[in-house]
């Protein structure tokens, strides 16, 4: 960025720039078919094929020639994505509508990073240190067993109450990694507001070997703190009732019990919990992007102090190859442009995330916050209408339980979804059915889908195999539906920080280019707002049920009318 330029001077329209123009003449020329390219172009995988960190990305089935590429290398360039993200990397306030630097990448820096990072007068490397250490010490307290509850028994679950990127990261990362968790130490974790999570989550917990994390990044959203006191209400009760906890002993037993983490250590103090219990961040992390934050507490105390600094480690190597590498093999930035390819010019709707591991079953669910939250903005970062469109739906769900659900209108739907496929070269659990490695057939379905999608079958071929009539239209496959593949050795720490940190920065470009604030969330004010207005209304306040809209007041009246407990 140039430096005289400031975070929140209009940015450029992508749509008035030379290679937009370019590109939709391109599109419009473009011809062949991913079967006709492949064919012509013997090096077209590799040619489209990159290394970030441990990861391999094939972007080869993806509707792009190399003059896709340039051409969408070139929009970069001229919107200034790189230097946004080298402003973004050193502290310049680019979360504009708050009017906040942007510094998760400075959560995951190497301790001794030189030379230190000083933002708006704080020391952000050793504050960050510094918090880290506290959240370690805690965490090797209660795995060694001398952090107890108030009736002296070691912690066995950890309950995290959290909701958005208070609970997704972690609650994601945990599925990830879950086999590393310490033998008799497990995570569970508390979101919504339906009173069913707070039943559930605690109804066969012993009080007196839980521990509770509250977290929250600003500790005022309803959701968590209506949570947390519904379980510190079943936590004291439940000690009263099978240890005899008497009420001088009540503030003890929140003390050994109740952690807390957030940026308002006042609110923290305010809820009761001891401000020496608590861990903060900044500002200057969005919530969608703190699992690597003290917001993984959780994670540390239940998975270990080590694999969260290896976690810590994968996040940032990604990091350094999306700060360094150059733009022609930069993975996260040409992500980020193939997803504008795909939204802007070959018109997708949606983007699927399709991870061939039964342990990031919660990984698309973690994109959809990171993504959608970040991205579904109309507005541009100096207040401006957006210029074109803006942030694709994304979803998934594991392979190949997708493949028995969705994956049919992925393959011959009228609508394009491109696709991301990820998976892992070592499986986590090695599984032998007789002779064979149940792994190897996980994966052949992986290379199979990505294989199927790009090339497709031809009524030629379906012929060949003896259908005749209105069949063969019917078992016949288009091809050309675009996917990346990318795989990694194993799914270990490391891996699933490069993850995360990968779709962080396919996120921030994608901003970039269509010119918005990727790191505020005004879009989830209003529902919160009016929730709170309708509480009168809900409890069976006439005259305020009357003052509601035709529709709201009939559901309200319905609601009065059915509710039985
Ligand atoms: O409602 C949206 C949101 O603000 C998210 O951005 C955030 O991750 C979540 O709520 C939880 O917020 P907090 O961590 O402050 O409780």
Do not use: C
């Not at 973004?88 to 906040?100: K, L, P, Q, S, Y």
């Not at 919504?192 to 009080?207: H, V």
């Not at 995360?500 to 004010?525: K, M, P, R």
């Amino acid at each position: 960025m140039n430096p005289a330029t400031s975070p929140s001077a209009a940015p450029v329209d992508p749509t008035a720039t030379a290679a937009w123009g370019e590109l939709e003449a391109h599109n419009i020329e473009l011809t062949g078919s991913l079967r006709e390219w492949f064919d012509a172009d013997p090096r077209r995988a590799e040619t489209f094929t990159h290394d970030a960190a441990d990861l391999r990305v094939d972007l080869s089935k993806n509707l792009v020639t190399p003059r896709t590429r340039e051409l969408l290398l070139q929009l970069a360039q001229e919107v200034g994505v790189e230097a946004r993200r080298d402003a973004m990397f050193a502290g310049a306030h680019v979360n504009t509508t708050e009017d906040r630097a942007v510094l998760h990448t400075a959560l995951r820096r190497p301790s001794g990073a030189s030379p230190a990072l000083e933002v708006d007068g704080q020391q952000i490397d050793a504050d960050v240190q510094e918090t880290l250490q506290r959240v370690y010490d805690f965490a090797r307290s209660v795995r060694s067993g001398e952090w107890t509850g108030v009736t002296g028994k070691r912690i066995e679950t950890v309950v995290n109450i959290g909701i958005g990127g208070s609970d997704l990261g972690p609650v994601m990362v945990y599925e990830a990694l879950k086999p590393l968790a310490q033998d008799g130490l497990s995570a569970r974790f508390l979101s919504n507001i339906d009173p069913t999570d707070a039943y559930e989550t605690t109804r066969d917990l012993d009080p007196e070997t839980t521990l509770v994390i509250v977290a929250s990044k600003t500790f005022t959203t309803l959701e968590t703190l209506t949570n947390a006191r519904l379980v510190r209400q079943w936590l004291l009760t439940g000690l009263r009732e099978q240890a005899g906890l008497t009420a001088e002993q009540e503030e003890e037993a929140v003390a050994k019990h109740f952690v807390a983490v957030s940026t308002a250590l006042d609110e923290v103090e305010a809820f009761g919990i001891d401000p020496r219990n608590a861990f903060g961040f900044w500002n200057w992390v969005g919530g969608r992007y703190s699992v690597d934050s003290a917001i993984g507490t959780v994670l540390a105390t239940v998975l270990g102090p080590e694999v969260f600094e290896e976690l810590l480690a994968g996040f940032h190597a990604m990091d350094e190859h999306f700060a360094a590498a150059p733009a022609a093999q930069n993975v996260p930035l040409l992500m980020g442009l193939l997803n504008v390819w795909n939204v802007n010019f070959l018109e997708a709707e949606t983007h699927a995330v399709l991870p061939y591991s039964q342990y990031l079953h919660r990984f698309p669910a973690y994109l959809q916050q990171l993504t959608m939250e970040s991205n579904g903005k109309s507005v541009r970062w100096d207040g401006s209408l957006a210029t074109t469109e803006t942030g694709e739906v994304f979803w998934g769900e594991p392979g190949t339980n997708g493949q028995h659900a969705f994956y049919q209108l992925i393959h011959q739907g009228t609508r394009i979804v491109p696709a991301d496929f990820i998976a892992f070269a070592s499986p986590n659990h090695a599984l032998a059915d007789g002779e064979q490695d149940v792994h190897e057939l996980f994966l052949a379905n992986f290379f199979a889908q990505t294989k199927a999608l790009a090339f497709g079958k031809t009524a030629e071929e379906v012929r060949a195999e003896g259908t005749e009539g209105p069949l063969v239209a019917a078992r016949e496959f288009s091809g050309d539906r675009p996917t990346t593949s990318i795989m990694a050795p194993a799914l270990t720490p490391s891996v699933l920080g490069q993850l995360i940190a990968l779709y962080e920065h396919i996120t921030f470009v994608q901003g970039v280019v269509w010119g918005i604030n990727s790191f505020d969330q005004w879009g989830v004010e209003l529902g919160k707002q009016l929730a709170k207005g309708l509480a009168g209304a809900v409890a069976g306040d006439e005259e305020a049920i009357a003052a509601e809209d035709a529709s709201t007041a009939g559901l309200i009246r319905y609601y009065r009318e059915h509710r039985r407990d």
